[in-house]
């Protein structure tokens, strides 16, 4: 269980001030698949990035299973169970991809375990596994490979940030039967997505809608999604995805 | 063979050595060698003035190995030692150099190492050379290697040349002329730590039509040393050649890239690219998002860049 309680992020600019994210309240439970949804420019991301500790809030707590992580930086959340996808991917020179994935996992993984990782976001493992993440690799690939690495950490709760982003769109169509298989299989885990694609937003258990840096609103997806169709927070797959053949 | 801990541990650094290695072989061992082995296409002779070795591989030997690995455990011991390479016609073979020096006293060890390669047509040579130092004394370990490379039509020769860790001061000088059709390819790896400076220069002569040669070096410079990379190509013929220096600079440590190419023939194609930069934060953060720690993460990111 995840609590953000009153959590506050400012950033200074040329107009003095500017508050990014204001008092966001919310609760993540256990066994649950979240979409964060919303307007570009809504705090979607700055919030995925004050749950992982890569951003500070200026004020408000940060609960994760009881453990107080508001002053704890990224190694320590990460020990704690959080998993963090990046919507642009870090390149490294040198770094395998089986490197990473190992990394990942914290253990040393065969090459037939790690590839499994590999397959499961739709990329022919025995052609990636010993690729260098560097920019041999395109944009889709190495979302991909991202996505892959954090399906190996197994984390109580995992984070994507944009997932779809910079995919085309038979992957993406991959990845909803990657999160669909995720949740059959978490129990005590939850998942939390950022995305405006409407068919994220679909296989969503709750839906969170940020707007401005405040909760504009959140429930269950029945209740939420109806009122977002149509909107920029819920886009229809052929907008926003690279376009495929059949698209 | 008999081998201290110290000699077995210097072997196993620069070679990867726990024993006599099969093939040929000659094992240096403070200025003296303590081990050596022909074979039916590998001859390894003592030069007459006791300078070096001549290393005559026989036109056609395929798959044979050549190590000459070098390791000094005394302190103050200064040497030069000649090496030449003749690899005949259509041979394949694979030579691992390499010297360690440990110096746990307090005057300077040197070894530098002359290597000449006379690569005869359609030879191949993959070339390995690790270079280390270990030892708490305050005497320097410097190592100055020199290679010279002279490539005969459509040879072929790869180098690998690595110094990780320990090494005070280094000069690495190398040179290479390129008939038509032969290809050099390198991959440098070089890491410097404390006060250590070490300076690599690079001048490949690309003589013939269609010879090319790829030269890549890749750098750490950490606390307060100094690296210096002079990579330059000479295109004096409708050849190809393409330099890398990349550059990962942290602490204190400085970085002089000096790329420069030279065209001397219209339909030479020549390429450099160099680029010096610290550890970039966001590859910090996303190997801390697995649960390493900042330290943890920068030796991964090292260790990969120097792979």
Request: contains cysteine; negative net charge; proline residues 2%.
């Amino acid at each position: 269980m995840l609590k953000i309680q009153d959590l506050s992020f400012g950033v200074n600019s040329d107009d003095g001030q500017k508050e990014i994210l204001r008092n966001i309240n919310l609760e993540i439970p256990d066994g649950k698949l979240i979409v964060i949804t919303g307007p570009n420019g809504g705090g979607k991301s700055t919030l995925a990035k004050l749950i992982a500790g890569i951003e500070k809030p200026s004020s408000g707590r940060i609960v994760f299973d009881d453990n107080d992580i508001t002053d704890m930086n990224v190694t320590e959340r990460a020990r704690l169970g959080i998993g963090f996808a990046f919507q642009q991917p870090v390149r490294f020179k040198g770094l395998k991809v089986i490197d990473l994935i190992r990394l990942a996992a914290g253990k040393k993984l065969t090459v037939v375990e790690a590839c499994t990782y590999l397959s499961a976001v739709g990329l022919c493992a025995r052609e990636y596994i010993d690729r260098e993440v560097n920019s041999s690799l395109s944009g889709g690939e190495l979302k991909r490979i991202e996505i892959a690495t954090v399906l190996a950490r197994k984390t109580k709760l995992t984070i994507f940030d944009e997932p779809e982003a910079g995919i085309d769109l038979w992957s993406f169509s991959n990845l909803i039967e990657v999160f669909q298989q995720q949740r059959e299989e978490m129990k005590d885990r939850s998942i939390m997505i950022i995305s405006h694609q409407e068919r994220i937003l679909n296989i969503a258990d709750e839906i969170i809608v940020l707007n401005s840096g405040r909760v504009d609103n959140k429930g269950d997806r029945e209740a939420v999604l109806p009122g977002l169709i149509g909107t920029s927070s819920a886009v229809q797959t052929c907008r926003g995805i690279k376009k495929g053949a059949d698209c | 063979m008999d081998l201290n801990n110290i000699q077995k541990y210097l072997l196993k650094e620069i070679a990867d050595l726990s024993g006599a290695p099969s093939g040929a072989y000659n094992i240096r061992s403070d200025s003296q060698s303590i081990a050596r082995q022909s074979t039916e296409n590998v001859d390894i002779i003592p030069k007459e003035n006791g300078s070096g070795i001549d290393i005559f591989v026989k036109p056609g030997t395929k798959g044979e190995s050549v190590h000459i690995p070098v390791v000094m455990t005394k302190s103050g011991l200064k040497e030069t030692v000649y090496n030449d390479f003749y690899i005949g016609e259509g041979a394949d073979v694979e030579i691992v150099a390499g010297c360690g020096i440990d110096n746990c006293g307090a005057h300077d060890s040197q070894h530098d190492g002359v290597h000449r390669f006379f690569v005869q047509k359609n030879a191949r040579v993959k070339y390995v050379e690790k270079h280390y130092g270990s030892g708490s004394g305050k005497g320097k370990r410097i190592l100055n290697p020199v290679t010279e490379v002279y490539m005969d039509e459509d040879s072929y020769v790869e180098m690998e040349m690595v110094q990780i860790k320990g090494v005070d001061d280094t000069t690495r000088t190398t040179t290479a002329d390129l008939k038509e059709g032969a290809k050099l390819v390198v991959r440098e790896r070089l890491m410097t730590h404390e006060e250590q400076k070490a300076a690599s220069v690079y001048t490949v002569n690309l003589n013939g039509d269609n010879s090319n040669a790829d030269i890549v070096s890749r750098g750490v410079a950490r606390d307060n040393s100094y690296q210096k990379l002079d990579l330059k190509i000479v295109g004096n013929a409708a050849c190809k050649g393409h330099t890398e220096c990349d550059s990962i600079i942290m602490d204190n440590g400085k970085i002089l890239a000096v790329p420069a190419l030279e065209a001397n023939n219209v339909d030479a194609s020549l390429v450099h690219e160099a680029a010096i930069g610290k550890i970039a934060g966001e590859q910090l953060i996303k190997l801390m998002t697995l649960g390493l720690s900042e330290s943890e993460a920068e030796e991964q990111i090292i260790n990969g860049f120097l792979s």
